[in-house]
């Protein structure tokens, strides 16, 4: 506690900011309560720094993963094998490749002089732009006929479809198929078209790819 050491004039001992003396009786011009005048404040006495967050901590590393071994051998347990996506094949994916087997050539027309891959299984042929054998013709229908391969049985086969006027071999109208051989004459509406076989008895695509 400290001790004031300030008197006033008749030797009370009072706070050094009181300029009256409380225990002095005040006259009456004077007022009843005495001014008090706030301690000044030292220049050298230092100001308290407002404290700053503290830093965030680092978060500790990832401890790494350690094998348990097994009890019973002490050896480190295998690794659990992962489960890898297979991707799903598509219809078109698992169909035969569709190999040439053959070719149709022209022989009039708009046409002579330009070969039509025949396909390995059935190639339509129409006046549909979508045809495998587009026979740009009015008398052609869209899809006027089938020409189909079987592999297995080394055979071509010539089918109409229903057609409006027909489909021709050698001039003889087919009702409704006809087994094509080298150098038939196929005729449909006025184009004529050479065929051309390429897998025969003699020559046939294997499974891997090679004409055999």
Same mark, same amino acid.
């Given at each position: 506690?400290?001790?004031a050491?300030?008197?006033c004039e008749n030797g009370h001992f009072i706070d050094e900011s009181w300029d009256l003396c409380p225990y002095c009786p005040s006259d009456a011009e004077e #007022?009843?309560? +005495?001014?008090i005048r706030p301690?000044? !404040? @030292?220049e050298s006495q230092p100001r308290t720094a407002v404290p700053s967050a503290p830093a965030p901590r680092p978060l500790p590393a990832p401890t790494p993963l350690i094998p348990r071994r097994d009890t019973?051998?002490?050896? #480190?347990?295998? +690794?659990?094998?992962?489960?890898?996506? !297979? @991707?799903?094949?598509?219809a078109e994916d698992l169909q035969p490749a569709r190999y040439v087997v053959g070719w149709l050539v022209g022989l009039n027309g708009n046409a002579r002089g330009?070969?039509?891959?025949?396909?390995?299984?059935k190639n339509v042929i129409g006046r549909d732009r979508r045809s495998d054998i587009v026979v740009n013709d009015d008398q052609a229908s869209s899809h006027h006929a089938d020409l189909v391969f079987r592999p297995e049985?080394?055979?071509?086969?010539?089918?109409?479809?229903?057609?409006t006027n027909?489909?021709?071999?050698?001039?003889?109208?087919?009702?409704?198929?006809?087994?094509?051989?080298?150098r038939d004459v196929i005729r449909i509406g006025s184009h004529r078209f050479l065929f051309v076989p390429l897998c025969t008895d003699a020559a046939m695509w294997d499974a891997m790819g090679a004409l055999k």
């Open positions: 506690m400290t001790v050491d300030k008197r #007022a009843d309560v +005495p001014i301690a000044r !404040v @030292q019973a051998s002490g050896h #480190a347990p295998m +690794p659990m094998e992962r489960t890898v996506a !297979v @991707q799903k094949l598509s330009e070969s039509h891959a025949v396909r390995m299984g049985e080394r055979r071509f086969i010539l089918m109409d479809h229903n057609s027909g489909t021709y071999v050698n001039e003889g109208e087919i009702e409704p198929r006809r087994d094509l051989i080298d």
